[in-house]
């Protein structure tokens, strides 16, 4: 297999700074502080570049229902939006998570048209009924779902994405889109508005 | 420590008297990495990683020595032109690619024979070069300089690696396409005050660009096109070389390192009054030891033979080669005038310490004096009868051959490996370093260089180096095994505490832990660093100048840390720290900013550090082979 994942960071990050540290099993506990670092990047312009990917063989945990293999979730000429998140961050994520919902919102009757995905980079810890708890909360469509795996599994999605970093607190905003009918992707780094992603992800139909 | 080959904890009783890591793996592991002289067939892989294919190599003990002229990096060709401008700086696009040259080798018959390398082309100088051409920069002047990976093929596809990649260590891993992805690249300078974003660290890789998009295909978090390194530092001799995380060593080996040169108004000064030697009578040497296969190709052993759990292409603890390259090419020489010499020497070895001596063929010691240290002059010279030079170091010398006119005097090394209890070194091959002889006559127009007592005419005295009331930080090296039984190199934190109680908070973490160095901007502090084991670790902190305040004996109880998925690693905390005896002062030749400082087994070495700039960057051994296996962390220094 590939790398190591960075599997002590978090637990330890918890105990050093005495948090309520969340077990594997713990419901969705009081946000712990916020320790996601926000890039100077994130404040700029988002930049957009088309990317080729190479998915990996993997399979995800879904928040609901039976583990699925990434590329069988992605092999469709549907549009894809898709974001890494963790449920106990709380400077990125949320806006991220925003985002997307405001997206699905602006979609409207077209939500359905794109497929959203939100990947969890902190898998020790979100387990499927945290992710469920977080779409509630952001009021996640069908068409929006959210993923955990195995450490080696997310660990291979991020180096994939070129999103990989030595711990979760320092990741950035970054959106994937694959626009509807093609089989590039477009990477957006810093934090898109719900329009610019739609414009992305159904190019023939305009910007609303 | 009552069996030297017995690998490898310094604090052995201790670790058994609470449990004690693996055995198996601590024994010496790398005897496959070293080479045979028998010309025996070694087992080794191709780029590909498939396993058990066998390689002829090229044997040092019988290579002729002492034939190929020395290539000087400070000769004009052998600089860096700017090629253009960004904005108002000079700026320098250096291209990364794949060449065969002729470095001097022969096979037994006599054949001369090529070599595949990495080397750096620009666009004014389009013949690759490896080792790399020189910077030769003004201080205070800032240049922007790009790096751009070209490791592209004939069919334009992006190269995979041609050395075996390990897979399992955490790596760059570009796009998750495994071992045969496009080589992922970075520069590093070595020694440089600089951004994160201009460092090279190991998240800053990038792959070429065979999309032709304008940009590289993948690249790591902390990837930039250019790098502006703004050279406000003194005089001094950085080095620039790859940094890839979990490939340094394999890029490094196949040629993507070379010098970088700051020039000052100190050091012009004393060359303008004939205190220190100016070209061409400086000569920068950068030492390399390489293993070579039969047709000439390099060999960098990848498996692990000793135990079968490992993986196919396997990182090894160590490694050392059989051939020294001076400046790119096998046991050179140099012809030299009766006059002093100053030598920019350069260890840019994987794992190989040297302890270099110059004498005559007849076997009369050539005295020499130091005069820097790896970032700077020295206060005042220092006579030496030998140096000892650990890897990513750098010393200033001048050597006097006024006295061997006609004779030859030869640079030999007596380090073992690993270094200091290890296994002593072969007098026939990496013992021997390179000639000069005193052949040429004395050029009466330029006068011989005279030393000053004192060094920095125009540079404020270095004080001698005061902790009272800075804080203290202790850290540890160790080396456990890993979830294939091997040696796992790693670096951590010693939990201050009375007892130095084993607490998660503390003890060996990877590289992609949680930072535990967090630093405040314009801080200084004191490392003290905890060499556990029984080797001697080069300790190399990026960003920072330092200085080495003393070392001191040591003894205390390693505790086992379980670490990484199912605890398969295996870390330590130390704990019950005891100093013992007096403190030893940093060596005559040490009193200079230095980058790069040896950690001595059984010791805690205290460097004097201050923080100047803000950003991420990273601390690691300087044996690349630790480095690619864990054994480097990050830190973060902030307002």
């Given at each position: 297999?590939?790398?190591?994942?960075?599997?002590?960071?978090?637990?330890?990050?918890?105990?050093?700074?005495?948090?309520?540290?969340?077990?594997?099993?713990?419901?969705?506990?009081?946000?712990?502080?916020?320790?996601?670092?926000?890039?100077?990047?994130?404040?700029?312009?988002?930049?957009?570049?088309?990317?080729?990917?190479?998915?990996?063989?993997?399979?995800?945990?879904?928040?609901?229902?039976?583990?699925?293999?990434?590329?069988?979730?992605?092999?469709?000429?549907?549009?894809?939006?898709?974001?890494?998140?963790?449920?106990?961050?709380?400077?990125?994520?949320?806006?991220?998570?925003?985002?997307?919902?405001?997206?699905?919102?602006?979609?409207?009757?077209?939500?359905?048209?794109?497929?959203?995905?939100?990947?969890?980079?902190?898998?020790?810890?979100?387990?499927?009924?945290?992710?469920?708890?977080?779409?509630?909360?952001?009021?996640?469509?069908?068409?929006?779902?959210?993923?955990?795996?195995?450490?080696?599994?997310?660990?291979?999605?991020?180096?994939?994405?070129?999103?990989?970093?030595?711990?979760?607190?320092?990741?950035?905003?970054?959106?994937?889109?694959?626009?509807?009918?093609?089989?590039?992707?477009?990477?957006?780094?810093?934090?898109?508005?719900?329009?610019?992603?739609?414009?992305?992800?159904?190019?023939?139909?305009?910007?609303? | 420590?009552?069996?030297?080959?017995?690998?490898?904890?310094?604090?052995?009783?201790?670790?058994?008297?609470?449990?004690?890591?693996?055995?198996?793996?601590?024994?010496?592991?790398?005897t496959s990495s070293t080479p045979d002289d028998t010309g025996v067939s070694l087992p080794s892989s191709n780029a590909a990683g498939t396993a058990s294919s066998s390689v002829d190599l090229l044997s040092g003990s019988t290579h002729p020595k002492f034939v190929n002229a020395l290539p000087n990096p400070l000769d004009l060709a052998n600089r860096y032109r700017p090629t253009g401008l960004s904005g108002l700086l000079p700026h320098y696009q250096l291209r990364l690619r794949e060449f065969?040259?002729?470095?001097?080798?022969?096979?037994?018959?006599?054949?001369?024979?090529?070599?595949?390398?990495?080397?750096?082309?620009?666009?004014?100088?389009?013949?690759?070069?490896?080792?790399?051409?020189?910077?030769?920069?003004?201080?205070?002047?800032?240049?922007?300089?790009?790096?751009?990976?070209?490791?592209?093929?004939?069919?334009?596809?992006?190269?995979?690696?041609?050395?075996?990649?390990?897979?399992?260590?955490?790596?760059?891993?570009?796009?998750?396409?495994?071992?045969?992805?496009?080589?992922?690249?970075?520069?590093?300078?070595?020694?440089?005050?600089?951004?994160?974003?201009?460092?090279?660290?190991?998240?800053?890789?990038?792959?070429?660009?065979?999309?032709?998009?304008?940009?590289?295909?993948?690249?790591?978090?902390?990837?930039?096109?250019?790098?502006?390194?703004?050279?406000?530092?003194?005089?001094?001799?950085?080095?620039?070389?790859?940094?890839?995380?979990?490939?340094?060593?394999?890029?490094?080996?196949?040629?993507?390192?070379?010098?970088?040169?700051?020039?000052?108004?100190?050091?012009?000064?004393?060359?303008?009054?004939?205190?220190?030697?100016?070209?061409?009578?400086?000569?920068?040497?950068?030492?390399?030891?390489?293993?070579?296969?039969?047709?000439?190709?390099?060999?960098?052993?990848?498996?692990?033979?000793?135990?079968?759990?490992?993986?196919?292409?396997?990182?090894?603890?160590?490694?050392?080669?059989?051939?020294?390259?001076?400046?790119?090419?096998?046991?050179?020489?140099?012809?030299?005038?009766?006059?002093?010499?100053?030598?920019?020497?350069?260890?840019?070895?994987?794992?190989?310490?040297?302890?270099?001596?110059?004498?005559?063929?007849?076997?009369?010691?050539?005295?020499?004096?130091?005069?820097?240290?790896?970032?700077?002059?020295?206060?005042?010279?220092?006579?030496?009868?030998?140096?000892?030079?650990?890897?990513?170091?750098?010393?200033?010398?001048?050597?006097?051959?006024?006295?061997?006119?006609?004779?030859?005097?030869?640079?030999?090394?007596?380090?073992?490996?690993?270094?200091?209890?290890?296994?002593?070194?072969?007098?026939?091959?990496?013992g021997q370093i390179m000639t000069f002889q005193v052949q040429r006559p004395l050029n009466p127009l330029v006068p011989k260089a005279r030393l000053p007592a004192y060094l920095r005419p125009l540079r404020p005295m270095l004080p001698v180096p005061s902790t009272a009331g800075v804080p203290v930080r202790k850290l540890m090296l160790l080396e456990g095994s890993d979830a294939f039984g091997r040696l796992q190199t790693l670096l951590g934190t010693v939990n201050p505490a009375a007892g130095?109680?084993?607490?998660?908070?503390?003890?060996?973490?990877?590289?992609?832990?949680?930072?535990?160095?967090?630093?405040?901007?314009?801080?200084?502090?004191?490392?003290?660093?905890?060499?556990?084991?029984?080797?001697?670790?080069?300790?190399?902190?990026?960003?920072?100048?330092?200085?080495?305040?003393?070392?001191?004996?040591?003894?205390?109880?390693?505790?086992?840390?379980?670490?990484?998925?199912?605890?398969?690693?295996?870390?330590?905390?130390?704990?019950?720290?005891?100093?013992?005896?007096?403190?030893?002062?940093?060596?005559?030749?040490?009193?200079?900013?230095?980058?790069?400082?040896?950690?001595?087994?059984?010791?805690?070495?205290?460097?004097?550090?201050?923080?100047?700039?803000?950003?991420?960057?990273?601390?690691?051994?300087?044996?690349?082979?630790?480095?690619?296996?864990?054994?480097?962390?990050?830190?973060?220094?902030?307002?």
């Amino acid at each position: 297999m590939t790398g190591r994942p960075s599997l002590p960071g978090a637990a330890l990050a918890c105990c050093l700074l005495a948090w309520p540290c969340a077990g594997q099993a713990a419901p969705l506990a009081e946000p712990p502080p916020d320790l996601c670092v926000a890039p100077a990047t994130a404040t700029g312009a988002p930049s957009a570049e088309t990317v080729t990917l190479h998915l990996p063989d993997v399979r995800l945990q879904p928040a609901q229902g039976a583990s699925v293999s990434l590329g069988s979730q992605l092999r469709s000429s549907e549009a894809v939006l898709l974001n890494f998140i963790y449920t106990s961050c709380t400077s990125i994520c949320p806006p991220m998570a925003q985002i997307f919902a405001a997206t699905q919102e602006r979609l409207g009757s077209r939500a359905a048209q794109v497929q959203m995905l939100s990947i969890s980079i902190d898998p020790e810890h979100d387990s499927p009924r945290r992710l469920q708890a977080y779409a509630r909360r952001f009021g996640a469509g069908t068409q929006w779902r959210f993923f955990t795996g195995s450490l080696q599994a997310i660990d291979a999605v991020q180096r994939a994405f070129s999103v990989w970093r030595p711990d979760k607190m320092s990741h950035t905003p970054v959106t994937f889109i694959k626009p509807r009918g093609q089989s590039h992707w477009w990477r957006v780094d810093g934090f898109a508005t719900p329009d610019q992603l739609i414009a992305l992800a159904l190019p023939e139909a305009g910007a609303p | 420590m009552n069996d030297t080959n017995g690998r490898r904890r310094f604090l052995r009783s201790a670790a058994m008297a609470t449990g004690a890591l693996a055995a198996p793996s601590l024994l010496r592991a790398q005897t496959s990495s070293t080479p045979d002289d028998t010309g025996v067939s070694l087992p080794s892989s191709n780029a590909a990683g498939t396993a058990s294919s066998s390689v002829d190599l090229l044997s040092g003990s019988t290579h002729p020595k002492f034939v190929n002229a020395l290539p000087n990096p400070l000769d004009l060709a052998n600089r860096y032109r700017p090629t253009g401008l960004s904005g108002l700086l000079p700026h320098y696009q250096l291209r990364l690619r794949e060449f065969s040259t002729r470095i001097g080798l022969v096979s037994p018959s006599g054949t001369p024979l090529s070599t595949t390398l990495w080397g750096y082309a620009t666009p004014l100088q389009t013949t690759p070069a490896s080792p790399g051409r020189s910077f030769v920069v003004a201080a205070g002047l800032p240049i922007r300089v790009s790096y751009v990976n070209e490791l592209i093929g004939t069919d334009g596809a992006a190269l995979p690696h041609r050395l075996g990649v390990d897979t399992s260590l955490m790596w760059a891993n570009p796009g998750n396409l495994g071992g045969t992805a496009p080589v992922p690249l970075v520069a590093h300078r070595h020694g440089g005050a600089q951004d994160t974003a201009a460092d090279g660290l190991p998240d800053g890789w990038s792959t070429p660009d065979a999309n032709r998009n304008g940009s590289p295909d993948l690249k790591g978090r902390l990837y930039s096109a250019s790098y502006t390194y703004g050279n406000d530092q003194e005089a001094a001799h950085l080095w620039y070389h790859d940094h890839a995380l979990g490939v340094t060593r394999l890029n490094v080996y196949m040629g993507l390192a070379g010098h970088y040169f700051i020039r000052d108004a100190n050091e012009a000064y004393l060359w303008l009054r004939g205190m220190l030697p100016a070209p061409p009578y400086e000569v920068p040497l950068v030492i390399q030891d390489r293993m070579f296969t039969s047709t000439g190709q390099l060999h960098y052993p990848s498996q692990d033979l000793e135990n079968p759990a490992a993986p196919a292409v396997s990182h090894l603890p160590e490694f050392f080669g059989d051939f020294i390259l001076v400046n790119g090419v096998p046991w050179p020489t140099h012809p030299v005038e009766p006059r002093p010499y100053r030598l920019r020497v350069l260890n840019g070895s994987d794992s190989r310490f040297y302890d270099l001596r110059f004498a005559t063929a007849a076997g009369s010691a050539v005295p020499f004096s130091q005069v820097g240290t790896d970032l700077g002059l020295m206060n005042a010279p220092v006579a030496l009868a030998h140096l000892v030079l650990a890897p990513g170091e750098r010393a200033d010398l001048v050597v006097d051959f006024s006295a061997f006119k006609g004779q030859t005097v030869r640079v030999t090394n007596s380090a073992p490996t690993p270094y200091p209890d290890g296994d002593p070194v072969d007098a026939a091959t990496a013992g021997q370093i390179m000639t000069f002889q005193v052949q040429r006559p004395l050029n009466p127009l330029v006068p011989k260089a005279r030393l000053p007592a004192y060094l920095r005419p125009l540079r404020p005295m270095l004080p001698v180096p005061s902790t009272a009331g800075v804080p203290v930080r202790k850290l540890m090296l160790l080396e456990g095994s890993d979830a294939f039984g091997r040696l796992q190199t790693l670096l951590g934190t010693v939990n201050p505490a009375a007892g130095n109680p084993a607490s998660s908070a503390y003890g060996t973490f990877f590289y992609s832990d949680p930072v535990t160095e967090n630093v405040k901007l314009g801080s200084t502090e004191v490392w003290e660093i905890y060499n556990t084991t029984v080797d001697a670790h080069p300790v190399h902190l990026h960003l920072v100048d330092f200085r080495v305040v003393n070392r001191q004996g040591f003894s205390g109880t390693v505790i086992p840390k379980p670490m990484g998925p199912n605890g398969s690693t295996t870390g330590g905390y130390l704990t019950q720290v005891s100093l013992s005896g007096s403190a030893r002062p940093a060596e005559a030749n040490e009193a200079g900013r230095k980058d790069t400082v040896t950690a001595y087994p059984g010791e805690v070495t205290r460097i004097l550090v201050q923080f100047a700039r803000a950003g991420e960057y990273v601390w690691h051994c300087h044996i690349l082979s630790h480095e690619d296996h864990e054994m480097m962390r990050r830190f973060v220094v902030a307002p």
